[in-house]
């Protein structure tokens, strides 16, 4: 798979960075970030106003090593699980090795007592980029459809 | 991508069909069909009586360009978004040029407060037909599980 | 599509398999497992604990056709209809005939009145055998991420 970036290899980062989330295995979730990359949680109505900001922003591989570090020790949440499903994703551009793409995404989230509710919708909007065979974000900006986003959110989205 | 209809292109037409909808850019929803075609929005049920009409029914894009102008007028609705999660494609028949496929769907409907809820689920139907790098619907039946189906949609199917 | 099990395979093999479910031909559906097979519900708990049942277990395809001969006798339930959406498979080891993939799923009930929910979540842990053109399963592991899984399904999953 190295080489030009594919669709199959965006299918292929996608479904592999909800895995990554949805088995709790956070500590590896930096890893799907080059060091220098962006990554913004906001809103759809944020977004279409052109704020830049966001409920979370990160724009170096460490600060979202320290994101995670800070939920694993802050985490007093009810004991609850997130399932991400995906949507197909529609490429924007695809210059071979950097390439933009959106992906639609809805979580659920499961407590523990079995109750199941739709936590979030929105859109990846995504950067990617190949060095060889490795393909990460070098952007990602989750657009959240609700503004209500819940800003102690227990994972990332 | 010119040539033969592959899963990939698919792929690539479903993601960019609802991505004009969930963006809101409407009146470039009929572009994604024949100027000869038929869009129409039914139930299960009526789908499974072999009923032909349908909540909606459109077999010309000119139609399909009048109930946007339509939809535009007389949207007095509260403040709403919604967001399409498709499930993978199920390709029935491809003969090279013409395609008939089945792509589950399920539609979020988010309220301007953050309220989240199930919109709607169901099934496309589709007939693509591709004209060299051109793939378009020339045929999309909207087959929608529930019976109770919004007829003042303020968004397409 | 003979020989190497492809990505492009294993989404073709998902999207027949819950066609099959939600078109309600419950018949077809022992037919996407090999003779010598391992079909098991459980949850996400017991998963994680290493347990080997489950709320479903059959290592035939016999066990798989007794079973929905049992659901059609037994099935007395309101009238309902179910969704499965799947979000993208993510392959773990592809052998060339054999290969190991997750998918994420969401189902969604919708009942005669039109009511909708999510009636589940989860992952299929899959092991996945090719035969010629033939591509079926020889395990699928439902893993819900829900404990209240309903026992008395009226459907597969």
């Known amino acids: 798979m190295s080489g030009a970036i594919t669709l199959e290899r965006i299918l292929a980062l996608q479904a592999a960075y909800i ?4 088995n709790n295995a956070l500590e590896s979730w930096p890893d799907f970030f080059h060091d220098s990359c962006l990554y913004v949680v906001t809103s759809a109505e944020n977004h279409k106003n052109g704020f830049e900001g966001g409920i979370i922003y990160a724009d170096t591989k460490g600060m979202l090593i320290d ?8 985490n007093v949440y009810e004991k609850q699980s997130y399932r991400h499903i995906l949507g197909l994703p529609h490429i924007l551009k695809n210059g071979g090795d950097t390439a ?3 992906t639609p995404f809805l979580v659920v989230r499961v407590m523990h007592d079995g109750e199941t509710s739709i936590f979030a919708t929105g859109v ?6 190949a060095v060889g065979d490795d393909l990460k974000f070098s952007k990602r900006l989750v657009v959240c459809d609700s503004s209500r986003v819940d800003t102690l959110m227990a994972l990332p989205l």
Chains 1, 2, 3 share one sequence.
Do not use: M, P
């Open 19 to 22: 895995r990554c989330i949805d």
């Open 67 to 74: 994101r995670i570090a800070a939920l694993r020790q802050a």
């Open 100 to 102: 933009e793409s959106e």
């Open 124 to 129: 990846y909007h995504d950067t990617t980029r």
